[in-house]
């Protein structure tokens, strides 16, 4: 893969800034990448080396390109910290392959900017909302480590854009979101920057860009700011302090820093109901709060209150008796039936759920506790039986070990298609 023709552009009403991506090794044609923020960022704004590395290390890997040579120079700790990064993902997946990083310029240790300026990531969501709410707390808005800027972003999302450009009812829905944030970043002191860029189409695999390149094609929108701030911070998205592997994971995120900027992994230390808590105690974030997997316009609520994410979020606030405080949901009460239809991936989803039994204990809500219990022992009775030995264990191994659990995860699309076309009620068809 090649990385050329970096450049800038600014016509007043916008700034982007882009560069060529040239696959080598598999047949893809040439692809515009880009990154686009209002005009008045500008001079903030640079097409930086760092940042197109980042957002195509990943993809570059993933389709079997031996190299990745990109126009200019790069940071001698980022390529450090991108192999280190690599090592890693090998380690999780071995059947990835390294990638030779090639800077036309060399590798030179670059400068960090004075004064410091931190940022953060706006998505409304429960971990975005948590991080810029613990640091208002914990930091003085004028301590060099307070956040003073937020990217509000179009384009990680899998339908956010099509072979066109941004999707219509994306656009749409990306303003409706950005103005209620504008309330929250207001109310925060926060400057919220709200950009698009295409990152999602350099990826082949949006699955796979999830599990390996999230945390590295978040970092690229902060190196693109680089002469603007000088730490980012990244919300933890894990459950239970645990981390799974994922894109975005405290092994990965650091490993995207340059010299003149510090990429973080923040909050790993607040479980899922601990983040929803300080959020639910904010009137003006909990009012808006955003964590729909659907990503659909609704002239209603903000989320759809169906999809997993949804039904977590909902049985958390309720767990806190805050669910009622907020119309970010179509509904103010949760039932078993939501709780049967919530699915549980993993052990942090897990501890989220056995987080709430004591507090729906107390608030007399034993209807609750069962359904609760019982999906937790479901759960843990398919994972006994997926990880049991025999063949049905072996080649849940095998999946996991060479196909990157391929099969498993076909399979459950699959299954959840079959279900939407039986319209079983309460299935979880997020993707």
Not at 19 to 28: G, L, P
Request: glycine share 6%.
């Amino acid at each position: 893969m090649r990385i050329q023709d970096l450049r800038a552009r600014t016509n007043g009403a916008t700034s982007r800034v882009a560069a060529t991506i040239v696959w080598e090794d598999c047949d893809r044609p040439s692809q515009e990448l880009y990154y686009e923020a209002p005009g008045s960022y500008a001079e903030d704004m640079a097409p930086n080396p760092h940042a197109f590395l980042l957002a195509c290390v990943m993809p570059a890997m993933d389709s079997g390109e031996r190299r990745l040579q990109v126009e200019g120079a790069i940071c001698s700790e980022l390529r450090n910290g991108v192999l280190a990064a690599l090592r890693v993902i090998k380690d999780w997946h071995p059947q990835s392959k390294g990638v030779v990083i090639e800077p036309t310029l060399g590798f030179h240790a670059t400068q960090r900017r004075t004064p410091p300026r931190a940022a953060s990531f706006m998505s409304g969501g429960i971990d975005a909302l948590a991080t810029l709410r613990c640091n208002r707390l914990d930091f003085p808005l004028d301590h060099p480590a307070s956040i003073r800027d937020c990217f509000f972003f179009l384009g990680f999302n899998r339908n956010d854009f099509d072979v066109t450009g941004p999707v219509r009812d994306r656009l749409l829905d990306f303003q409706r979101r950005l103005d209620r944030m504008s309330v929250v970043a207001r109310e925060a002191r926060v400057n919220l920057i709200p950009l698009q860029t295409n990152i999602r189409f350099i990826a082949r695999d949006h699955d796979a860009w999830s599990e390996r390149g999230l945390g590295a094609g978040l970092a690229s929108i902060a190196h693109i700011f680089a002469r603007r701030i000088t730490r980012v911070l990244i919300g933890s998205s894990d459950n239970n302090g645990t981390a799974r592997s994922w894109g975005s994971h405290p092994l990965l995120d650091p490993k995207f820093s340059s010299a003149d900027l510090e990429v973080r992994h923040d909050g790993l230390w607040l479980s899922r109901l601990q983040k929803t808590a300080i959020v639910a105690d904010w009137d003006a974030a909990v009012a808006i709060v955003q964590c729909c997997w659907q990503n659909k316009l609704t002239d209603e609520t903000i989320n759809c209150g169906r999809c997993g994410k949804c039904l977590r979020t909902m049985i958390h606030l309720a767990a806190l008796g805050k669910l009622r405080k907020t119309r970010a949901f179509p509904d103010v009460a949760v039932t078993p039936e939501m709780v049967y239809a919530t699915r549980i991936a993993h052990e942090g989803e897990v501890s989220s759920f056995e987080e709430c039994l004591d507090l729906f204990e107390k608030g007399g809500r034993t209807d609750l506790v069962q359904a609760i219990q019982q999906r937790v022992d479901e759960y843990r009775r398919y994972k006994h039986w997926i990880d049991a030995r025999g063949w049905r264990g072996a080649i849940r191994r095998w999946d996991k070990k060479m196909m990157n659990d391929g099969l498993t995860n076909s399979a459950r699309r699959v299954l959840r298609y079959l279900r939407r076309r039986e319209k079983v009620p309460g299935v979880d068809v997020a993707p």
